[in-house]
């Protein structure tokens, strides 16, 4: 059994109480969204874990800009990792969030997974980052994205998947659109009894009442059939999203 955490680190803007969470908690492995590569060893010493980086995009981040992208950390054996482009041309460029056009043309949304040596034999993980759409709201770039990332998770045999999908489990009363791609074709882990990711506390729009916050569950975590996801719980008060954590153990090979 694995012990596991995800968290979207909101990049630099909560250190010191995610530091000080993983200090605590050392979970066996841990994917962040949303991080800033200058962080990462400020991680590694906190998890006491080595760690698989992949960018994205250099960021603003408040002034102090950066490499960003999406991280693997694991206080276990790190056997093999690889990263897969499935929107973007990889060319490193300047975040610009002028509109929806120039924020999808500056961002290389990549599919990083690691294969990792635990309990029972080999874990495999993978995490994304996935495109953002204007409240929640399903739009051609998330559809052509979507469709371009399951295709790569075709092709990668037995995993557990986590994430920020920026694709809400209910939109408007309904099954979202592009969560519900996956949720199809993979177990859906997080119970119904959770129905947002979002800290309310921290989350910058989480004043707007129209953007329904409270029914945001756009964080995830899916598996395929080997792996059987445990005491799944959601973590506040520590980035603009909540953290989500888990067991993970081998059904059978």
Sequence with gaps: MVSFLTVNAERSRHL???????????PDVVCIQELMERDV?????????R???????????D????????????????????????????VLREFDATDMHSAH???????????????GGMY???TTHFTWSAHGDPDEYQRADMKHLIGL????????LAGDFNAPRIHNDRPGEIFGMLAERYTDNIPARFTTSIDLDLHRASHIVSERMDQ???DALFSTSVYAVSDVQMHSGLSDHLAVSAKISLISR
């Design 16 to 26: 010191e109480a995610l530091v000080a969470f993983f200090e605590k908690t050392r």
């Design 41 to 49: 060893p400020l991680f590694e010493k906190a998890l006491g874990a």
């Design 51 to 61: 760690s698989v980086f992949s960018t994205t995009t250099r960021h603003p981040n």
């Design 63 to 90: 002034g102090n800009p950066g490499i960003h992208g999406i991280g693997i950390f694991s206080r276990l054996p790190i056997l093999s990792s690889r990263e897969a482009l499935y929107a973007g041309d990889g």
């Design 105 to 119: 043309a500056t961002v290389n949304r990549m599919l990083l997974c690691a294969d990792i040596g635990g309990e």
């Design 124 to 126: 495999r993980i993978a």
């Design 153 to 160: 998770l075709e092709g990668m045999g037995e995993f557990v």
């Design 216 to 218: 945001k569950m756009v």
